[in-house]
């Protein structure tokens, strides 16, 4: 599976943006999907997820900010940003998660960076 994250850039406080990860190489319905990020000085943390079947979750710091989305017709995982804080600067990842007989395998795509000016 190869993961390809995009839509970051820069913003004010308050603004918004949408990543896309668009996935190769398997089909978006057998995956459970997340979004992490990594601000600067910090370890990677998840902030969305959506598993095959749809149901989302989120970190408390982006609930009602952010919404995870998958249109599994055009493989493509979605990330919508409102109300953008400087907090939330960083790296974003894709990662998807394929149930395997032999336990789960993961897969991540480069990051794309958002930054968030005061």
């Known amino acids: 599976v190869q993961l390809q994250a995009s839509g970051g850039g820069l913003v004010q406080a308050g603004g918004s943006l949408r990543l896309s990860c668009a996935a190769s190489?398997?089909?978006?319905?057998?995956?459970?999907m997340n979004w992490y990020r990594q601000g600067p000085g910090k370890q990677r943390e998840v902030v969305a997820s959506?598993?095959?079947?749809?149901?989302?979750n989120y970190a408390d710091s982006v609930k009602g900010r952010f919404t995870i989305s998958r249109d599994n017709a055009e493989n493509t995982v979605y990330l919508q940003m409102n109300s953008l804080k400087p907090e939330d600067t960083g790296d974003y990842y894709c990662?998807?998660?394929?149930?395997?007989?032999?336990?789960?395998?993961?897969?991540w795509g480069r990051g794309t960076l958002v930054t968030v000016s005061s």
């Open positions: 190489g398997r089909t978006l319905s057998f995956l459970d």
């Open positions: 990662n998807a998660v394929e149930a395997l007989l032999t336990g789960p395998r993961y897969y």
């Open positions: 959506i598993t095959r079947g749809g149901s989302t």
